[in-house]
């Protein structure tokens, strides 16, 4: 289902039965004032709904919705199966996770479920039934929101029921037992199979012994599987009996993220939504809220996204939880609409007094309404307001950068050259001195069509299907500009070595061999001719038709090289074999971008982002301040933020932000 949001929806998870109803008038009235335009309503509501096995109580829910409907709020209404009610899991212990050692995980705190739970499966699916044959047809309703976060807290259980599911996707997977044991390459340490019930999920194993690393890859596909089966389970309950009511889950932050294959997850959602929290003791956090952001709107096919949960100020959950700085929620906010999202969500909209997440920050602070951040709170309302014009825009790249996670996965098993490979690093190195640069970039799934690209940018692929080195080679023969990072192209999909001299199925494209690996010891760094410098990784490479862009000064491989061009046909592959630093890995691409003639957005100074997003012949640029000196930025229109004219250039505060409507004398 194509998604039109229509406009800029602001709101957040509303958890009103956490309050009396006394509370709930007021709770509008200020959503009013906010501008909220979309409550995310019942996300961890099951044991209200349903206080014990079939008795529902959805009373409450008729007055919280018909409230919100006559205050012209819509509601994105949860199917409130993220955490089961106390009643299931003691009536049904095995409907609880256990973990790789054998020992269950207790309730008290929140999604504790085994996914294979029969228990647990009927009973929700029994709720999202009596929800959506209630709910369908009312005012409020804009969207379903299946489940909450799936993969967090429980991603994988490893209890005999899904031992019994794993053998039938297993089954599935590789038809007979012998099937099995080659991808496993079980000829290894005695692990050769002789019927599917001797096969196990990846249980603690003996003191460093390593469980078999395709086993453990393999659980992991399997796991993702599992609760997509889930989701889709719900989804198609909600299809049938609320056809045409769009349907999401919130994703989780990307880039930390890592229980789920999100490629498979968004080709079944109508919405992608995601959450991104930034990392307050991350210097760089806005440059990875620019990459999770790229990277949704990646998963939505370059459509319209949603940013579903964001805290409005502190979070509860890092040892130490600073609050925003005073007009970052703004800019922060419309850096996501920046990047394509048509929302902006936070949890929650009133903070708690109870529970675990009391310290949380909500859009209504506990100290109400005479503070500093609900005065930011109503003016981001407002001016999210005067952006519904972008709703339905679209962000324009000439870069795209693949990632994915079951590479992320195999990546970083165990028993591997260097623990200090890991896979997000080269991607959000990458990413950085784009975004340094001011360019626009798409994130795509190996193997995806590179059609309108002019650079593509392959960090890290590890693990890569047999399909996807085609692609990149014609990509480049066809005059594409190609950057692959090391460790890249290593192993095929069962995380078998592709042989013949790394990186395996990369290594005709770039015109290198590979030897062997000559990763650095902790805190040992090496010198690049050229000046650079760079750590962790470097690799006994010889050419193989590339020329040695720069070569090692010192190191294990000193006077080998370190970067290498290729020219291939109309195109160029390069390759860095090492984990250049900040300065020298924006060198390497602002050569790579020069001779790819990628240009920025708009030339804006350093720290200060650019995007612009489209639609037909309109264009919207969007300056975000990130620094704390005044930037101008050279532009003409209309700043649809403040409804100034601007002619030729605009100043943006320290901090602040600007949506220029480009066109016309200003
Ligand atoms: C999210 C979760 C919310 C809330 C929030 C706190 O991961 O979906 O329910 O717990 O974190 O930051």
Known sequence: MAWESGRIHFGGDYNPDQWPCAVWDEDRRLMGDAGVSLASVGIFSWAHLEPAAGRYEFGWLDEVLDGLASSGIGVDLATATASPPPWLTTAHPEALPTDREGRRRWPGARQAYCPSSTAWRESGLALVEQLATRYAGH???RMWHVGNEYGCHTSRCYCDVCAAR???????????????????????????????????????????????PTQQLDYRRFASDLLLEEFVAERDVLRRLSPGVPITTNFMVMTRFNQLDYWAWAAEMDVVSTDYYPDFADPHTHIEAALCADMTRGLADGGPWLLMETSPSAVNWQPRNPARRPGALRRDALQQIAHGADGFNVFQIRASVAGAEKFHSGLIPHAGTDTRLWREVVELGAILGRLEEVAGSRVEASVAMVFDWQAWWGCELDSHPSVDVTYPDRARALHRALWESGIAVDIVAPGASLEGYSLVLVPTLYLVDDDVAPVLDSFVRGGGHLVVTYFSGIVDRNDHVRPGGYPGAFRDLLGVLVEEFTPLLEHESVHLDDGGSADVWTEDLRLAGAEAVSTYRDGPVAGKPAVTRHHVEDGVAWYIATRTDVDTTARVIARVVADAGVSPVAAAPPGVEVQRRRSGDTTWLFVLNHTDAEATIDATGTDIVTGSAVSASITVAPGGVAVVREGGDG
């Open 166 to 212: 794993f053998r039938v996707w297993l089954a599935d997977r590789y038809t007979d037992i012998g099937g099995l044991n080659h991808a496993w390459g079980t000829a290894f340490w005695s692990q050769r199979y002789s019927a599917w019930d001797e096969v196990l999920p990846p249980r603690i194993t003996p003191d460093g012994a390593w469980a078999n």
């Open 139 to 141: 005012s409020s309703l």
